[in-house]
């Protein structure tokens, strides 16, 4: 049986009537494993299973359920748009609790699923897919196996006690799937969000006496600027994680000043989630680290080719679906960094046009946005790029327009096109025409000067 399963259901079962989830009541560790077992019931003998819910505890256990039945396990991240969902889960059995988003295939609901326990013969091997965010057509879909046995050597009991975890990103992204893996390996409680609200996330910390919590930087902008923070009680706070995109160094500078000593950011991809971390024990009295994401993380590597980060190692997909296992070889981040003489790793730009925005770090290419806006009637030519913003990447828009159109009837319409907020450009300038390099290219430096400029 595989690492990671013998693991998990060894927690549920020693985890007892502890609570292992809180969301509108509580979910023991008992009371999952049993829901887990009519989940395992219900799902019979299917090849790929897509998990299409939001924030619940029967998230993570149609996963694990589905992973027991030997099933490879596609997760739908909830910030895609939607043809890029219907794209990635064509040919599976989609779980989900929203059908009508599903207009074809063998879909199924939770209660279709809730069925008397079957025995349990698990694989050897667990096989889970995420889709690469922002593509075009069918998107890329990533392998992992064996980073989940990973997960089963990483968490384990604190000699502490249990913890209390609290998760407000989506479970079907990589960042919340293990998150609430690694509490439930941990023996430790959930307290299970769905969606973002900086007062909700406050008042979980005091009400709850939340000691692990990770939060993307607009997150944790949005919760060090809320008027009630200064009042609320964040002592119970032992480790606040930071990642999914790069994080200002004064925001990194201001959650150090407000929880203390216990602020830590990473670096990871979709294809390698663990790469490199910074401690605040690192950053107490060396301001000039605010800017890095830390040093590389035991097993895996990294170098600099042409300036682009490329890793290797432990932590790190099996490849692409479709394609050749990526074994030892070195994978490109489309990141562009450099190292200091300590090894520190400093994130400067990114390799191409792709934006991270949006409170899950979700990659944007900006030419989908682009023939996106430039479907608008009104619109002749657009480019979008990214700017700074004080808290993180921001989208920018520049359109040159063939008739009457404002900034919110193009910001609506790529709402519409996209149905995701972090595909709606922050601004809109209106101009002649776009600049062009020598060889006749939209020239976006000139652009990210002329938006940018003093």
């Known amino acids: ?45 299917t090849g790929t299973v897509a998990v299409d819910l939001r924030n619940r505890p029967e998230t993570v256990l149609v996963q694990l359920a589905a992973l027991l039945r030997g099933a490879t396990v596609l997760m739908v991240p909830a910030s895609a748009p939607v043809r890029d969902r219907l794209a990635a889960a064509s040919g599976a059995t989609v779980v989900t609790d929203r059908p009508r988003d599903w207009p074809a295939g063998d879909v199924r609901t939770l209660d279709d699923l809730d069925a008397e326990p079957a025995p ?49 990103a989506p479970m079907t992204h990589m960042t919340g799937n293990a998150t609430v893996l690694g509490a439930l390996l941990r023996r430790d409680t959930v307290v299970v969000h769905d969606g973002f609200d900086a007062a909700a996330v406050l008042d979980a910390i005091q009400d709850h006496r939340i000691d692990t919590l990770s939060l993307t930087p607009p997150r944790l902008a949005a919760v060090l600027d809320h008027p009630r923070r200064p009042e609320t009680d964040l002592t119970s706070v032992r480790s606040l994680s930071l990642g999914a995109a790069p994080l200002p160094p004064h925001r990194l500078a201001q959650a150090l000043d407000v929880f203390g000593p216990v602020v830590g950011q990473g670096y990871g991809l979709t294809e390698a989630p663990m790469i490199a971390s910074i401690s605040a024990a690192e950053l107490l009295d060396r301001p000039e680290r605010l800017g890095s994401v830390g040093r590389i993380v035991p097993g895996m590597e990294a170098r600099l080719t ?24 070195w994978l490109r981040t489309g990141d562009l960094g450099r190292f200091d003489d300590e090894g520190y790793l400093y994130l400067l730009d990114r390799a ?10 979700t990659k944007v290419p900006t030419t989908v946005v682009e023939h996106a806006l430039e479907t608008h009637p009104a619109v002749r030519n657009a480019a979008v790029f990214g700017v700074p913003g004080p808290d993180g990447r921001l989208l920018h828009a ?57």
């Open 120 to 168: 349990l013969d698990p694989p050897e091997t667990v096989r889970l897919l995420f889709p690469t965010g922002g593509t075009t057509g069918t998107p890329k879909l990533i392998r992992h196996s064996g980073i989940y046995d990973g997960m089963a050597h990483l968490f384990t009991p604190s000699p502490n006690g249990p913890g209390r975890t609290l998760l407000v």
């Open 352 to 361: 191409d046009d792709v934006v991270v925005a949006g409170e899950h770090g």
């Open 398 to 454: 520049v359109v040159v327009a063939s008739g009457e159109v404002t900034e919110d009837d193009l910001k609506t319409h790529a709402r519409d096109a996209f149905g995701q907020e972090h595909y709606v450009p922050a601004a809109v300038d209106f101009v002649d025409a776009l600049p062009l390099t020598d060889v006749g290219k939209v020239d976006k430096r000139a652009l990210v000067q002329l938006v940018t400029a003093p």
């Open 1 to 45: 049986m595989s690492f990671f399963l013998t693991k998990v259901l060894a927690a549920l079962d020693d985890g007892g009537a502890h609570p292992l989830f809180i969301q509108d009541g509580v979910t023991t560790y008992h009371q999952a494993r049993d829901r887990l077992r009519r989940l395992h019931g219900g799902l019979g003998g």
């Open 306 to 329: 042409g300036g682009e980060v490329e890793v290797r190692g432990l932590a790190m997909m099996d490849g692409y679906l479709g394609g050749p296992d990526i074994g030892a070889g």
